[in-house]
């Protein structure tokens, strides 16, 4: 397989985003590409820089040499031509891109090979979707729904799922769990699979990246 491109987008703040492009990226790199793990990047042209503090803190837990990742950032058009060199280099470019702005975040959805878009199930998620679903579709880049911090006992879980799919968009199989795991291990630069291997965040992770994987190579 070929470099790929993946961007983050979802206009609407506190969706997960950042948390969700850290945790791929993670899975990502550890999963094997012709015989090697993966080599993975990390793009962040997210002005306020949450992803750019949580890679410092995972230098800093893990040490420089031992983070398995690749992080630059950019911002603007400079995200396109940023993540075309990078590539070239990597299995995988994961990009995270600022809510609120077109104007930042068109660059990185019109390079991407696939733009994942993080929905929590509440109405006022899926409204707020629609102008990012929109944005995509004008750059005519493939996407792919991605259903987070998904109560998997309740109604509107269901219901909001059922809702999402029927924007004509194709959602992941994959939901991600409302799991404290994924923040507290964030707040350490690492992620729920190094912070709590083996645990049902872990796998819904795994079987996440393995899905957008399988996507993209079909």
């Known amino acids: 397989m070929s470099g ?55 230098e800093a837990s893990l040490g420089e ?42 660059p990185a959805i019109e390079v991407a090979d696939l733009v994942v878009v993080p929905v929590q199930p509440t109405p006022i998620d899926l409204w707020a979707t629609r102008p990012t679903l929109e944005m995509i579709a004008k750059e005519g880049t493939s996407c792919l729904l991605v259903i987070n911090r998904a109560q998997s006992r309740a109604a509107l879980t269901h219901d909001m799922g059922a809702a999402i799919e029927a924007l004509g968009h194709p959602a992941a199989r994959t939901r991600l769990g409302n799991r404290v795991g994924f923040a507290a291990s964030m707040g350490r630069g690492l992620t729920v699979l190094e912070a709590e291997p083996g645990s049902k965040g872990a796998a819904e992770i795994e079987a996440l990246a393995t899905e957008l994987r399988d996507y993209l190579a079909n």
Not at 7 to 13: L, N
Not at 86 to 92: I, T
């Open 65 to 106: 040499d031992a983070t398995g990742l690749s992080f630059r950032t950019a911002s603007g058009w400079g995200a396109r031509r940023e993540a075309r060199s990078l590539v070239r280099d990597y299995n995988f470019v994961v990009i995270d891109t600022p809510p609120k702005s077109d104007v930042e975040s068109r």
């Open 4 to 58: 790929r491109i993946i961007t983050i987008a979802q206009q609407k703040g506190g969706s997960g985003k950042t948390t969700l492009a850290a945790h791929l990226a993670v899975a990502l790199s550890q999963q094997s590409v012709f015989g090697s793990l993966a080599r993975v990047a990390l793009l962040d042209c997210d002005p306020q820089g949450s992803l750019g503090e949580w890679f410092e803190a995972r």
